[in-house]
């Protein structure tokens, strides 16, 4: 009896270290860095890691704007019915949105835990952008 209360517990105590290990994502880009789940979750790992948290390695916004500044560009429209091209510049920078500025929460594209996504393309047909998909390097 001793030894399947033994074994039992053993095997309850692998599952929960099978279970927490599989919450950590193996291809962590932070992990991969050396920088550990508390840096962005805090000591209790309840935190959901907010603007701030990301710009504590990530920031200042503005650099991280100008990073992607490229990303901007200018669109040329021919007028069918008068034949004058207009030119319009498009401010796709998603660090620096014509939308929302600087103040876009990064979570709205970016997830470590799972596949980010361009939140732009939810209302624009984002492929002229020619904006990398999220991830890509």
């Not at 105590?13 to 789940?37: E, I, Y």
């Amino acid at each position: 009896m001793k030894k399947t209360m033994s074994m039992l517990l053993a095997a309850l105590a692998l599952a929960a270290v099978g279970t927490v290990s599989a919450a950590q994502p193996d291809s962590s880009r932070h992990m991969a860095k050396g920088v550990p789940c508390t840096a962005c979750h805090g000591d209790a790992m309840k935190a959901v890691p907010t603007r701030d948290t990301c710009l504590t390695c990530h920031g200042p916004v503005e650099k991280l704007a100008a990073k992607t500044e490229h990303l901007n560009f200018t669109s040329r429209m021919k007028n069918a019915k008068t034949g004058q091209t207009v030119e319009h510049k498009a401010l796709v920078n998603p660090h620096d949105s014509y939308h929302f500025g600087t103040s876009l929460a990064c979570s709205e594209c970016h997830s470590e835990h799972k596949a980010s996504r361009n939140d732009c393309s939810t209302c624009h047909d984002t492929k002229a952008w020619k904006i990398r998909p999220l991830g890509a390097e």
